[in-house]
């Protein structure tokens, strides 16, 4: 059941990681100096992690990612009427939205990591740039990696929570978006953890109490 | 026989306007009961509330004994539905369907969803976005019945469906049907279909619930007088079961609900030149009923039940 419902959820939004893979990848390629309109090779002058050029640049990705993956599993369902079909199965509710939250989330995960390992073997390698590099300076990106899926999560909030007018349903979003960025700067471990149980605990209160009129 | 759905003054406002009023509904095990409105009338509303998906502002709603607002999974095993518009995931095969479904059953006939997949000629390779509305129609009612439901609650099945795919269709319910005692609701506003398959009907009109009786009486309880006069026709009398009355050039057609002895005395007190009586289909006298003025409709819930 578990591995029908992920199967499902994994198939229809694939097709997102796999875009947004391509695009980490050409950014990243961009950032080790391979130009790859001219395909010439011309060294970059900042040290890799610790510059903040990658930061901003992963940082802007992840996000759009997780924001397309958490509507395309919310507002996606909305748009095709699919909702009665998926909560009428013999399952809680919250049931639905833990596979669909796990799904996302692991794809999510799985997929933003993918640029950090890049960038970092090849900031790891020898010979590849004449700065120091410790893999403890990949931290910094690991924790944007794990504060977006804040945004991951306001956005399938965003896409099940009923609102009639645009700005008001988008609140969460906006609301996150600034916790999200005043706790990836600050490194608060914790206040990520914090607000990810805090907007789990209210996707499954607002799947569970609204209509699917 | 016990009653599988028993809804108690279920209400739902939608700007402050009921989509659902009070609903009183009582569907008995082994019936076949057809919910009747024109659209707007609040039937998908109140199958909604009645599936736990939109959550009733006054009343409640028991289904297979349980509160509907909280229905236990292992009770929505028992449920089929069929959502409006036949909603499936267009990526899909057909097979790939039947293989999302099956995973959430454990009572899954596979070998019915297979007989009933063949009937309709539906491949399993064949893409969901590829098929005609009749044809999701089909897979849809296909999936809901291999789950073995001991209740189905199909919102406007045949809707978008031509004539031949609709009579096929209705023809497959009814297969289903007298294959075991199933408890089936179904909405439409295709009256025919109703006619076929439903031995009970309930008449929503603005959200309220009109008429809750067998088919039989229904349609036997609505009349047409036509009185032909030499001149100009006067207004009816007024009289309890009248729905509406027009002019017709030198004719007055009246329409009653519960055509008795009054409404013949009345219409004989107009000294017309002549005066016919005419039954009418279900699809005529839902038409009739429905178009009247509503505050004057006379409201016959309960009828026979096992008539």
């Not at chain 1, 996000?63 to 993956?69: D, N, V």
């Not at chain 2, 409105?37 to 009733?56: D, E, P, S």
């Not at chain 2, 292992?74 to 095969?93: C, V």
Request: aromatic residues 10%; contains cysteine; charged residues 20%.
């Amino acid at each position: 059941m578990l591995r029908a419902m992920i199967a499902k959820e994994l198939r229809e939004t694939i097709w997102i990681a796999l875009v947004a893979l391509g695009v980490y990848l050409v950014a990243t390629v961009e950032l080790m100096g391979y130009n790859l309109e001219s395909m010439v090779y011309m060294e970059r002058h900042w040290i890799p992690f610790a510059s903040g050029e990658f930061g901003s640049m992963f940082g802007t990705i992840s996000a759009c990612l997780a924001m397309a993956l958490g509507f395309r599993q919310s507002i996606w369902e909305s748009f095709r009427g699919t909702w009665p079909v998926l909560l009428h199965r013999p399952v809680r509710r919250r049931w639905v939205m833990g596979a669909k939250l796990s799904a996302g989330l692991g794809l999510y995960l799985v997929t933003a990591a993918m640029p950090i390992l890049l960038y970092a073997g090849w900031a790891a390698t020898p010979g590849t740039h004449a700065s120091p590099f410790e893999w403890s300076m990949t931290l910094g990106a690991w924790q944007i990696w794990l504060a977006i899926t804040g945004f991951y999560l306001a956005a399938f909030l965003v896409g099940i929570r009923p609102a009639r007018w645009i700005g008001s349903r988008l609140l969460p979003l906006v609301g996150v978006g600034v916790l999200v960025v005043i706790l990836a700067v600050n490194r608060w471990l914790i206040g990520i953890f914090i607000l990810d149980a805090c907007l789990v605990s209210a996707i499954f209160f607002v799947a569970c109490s609204r209509d699917y009129s | 026989m016990p009653d599988v759905i028993v809804t108690d003054r279920l209400t739902k406002y939608y700007d402050r306007r009921p989509a659902v009023n009070h609903l009183d509904l009582r569907v008995p095990q082994g019936s076949v009961y057809g919910l009747l409105g024109r659209n707007g009338a609040g039937k998908t509303t109140a199958i909604k509330m009645l599936l736990g998906m939109v959550h009733a502002d006054i009343g409640t709603a028991e289904v297979l004994g349980e509160d509907s607002s909280r229905l236990r999974p292992q009770t929505r095993a028992r449920i089929a539905y069929l959502a409006e518009g036949h909603p499936l995931y267009r990526w899909m095969k057909v097979g790939e369907a039947v293989r999302f479904a099956r995973a959430f059953y454990p009572a899954w006939n596979q070998p019915l969803v297979e007989q009933i997949l063949d009937h309709f000629e539906l491949s399993p390779k064949a893409k969901i976005r590829r098929l005609s509305n009749g044809q999701r129609a089909q897979v849809s009612l296909a999936l809901a019945v291999a789950a073995e439901p001991e209740l189905l609650i199909l919102d406007d099945p045949t809707l978008g469906l031509d004539t031949v795919v609709r009579r096929d269709f209705l023809e497959s319910l009814i297969q289903i049907i007298q294959r075991r005692a199933r408890t089936i609701l179904f909405s439409s506003h295709i009256l025919g279909d109703v006619e076929r398959v439903a031995d009970r009907i309930g008449i929503l009109v603005d959200g309220v619930l009109r008429v809750d009786c067998p088919t039989e009486h229904f349609k036997g309880s609505i009349r047409k007088l036509v009185l032909e006069f030499p001149g100009p026709p006067p207004q009816f009398p007024e009289c309890v079961g009248l729905v509406g009355n027009r002019q017709v050039g030198r004719k007055l057609e009246a329409i009653v609900v519960g055509y008795g002895e009054e409404h013949r005395r009345l219409a004989e007190s107009l000294s017309p030149r002549s005066i016919e009586v005419i039954e009418f289909n279900l699809e005529d006298a839902f038409v009739e009923y429905t178009r009247g003025p509503r505050r004057s409709l006379p409201i016959f819930v309960g009828g026979e039940p096992d008539a």
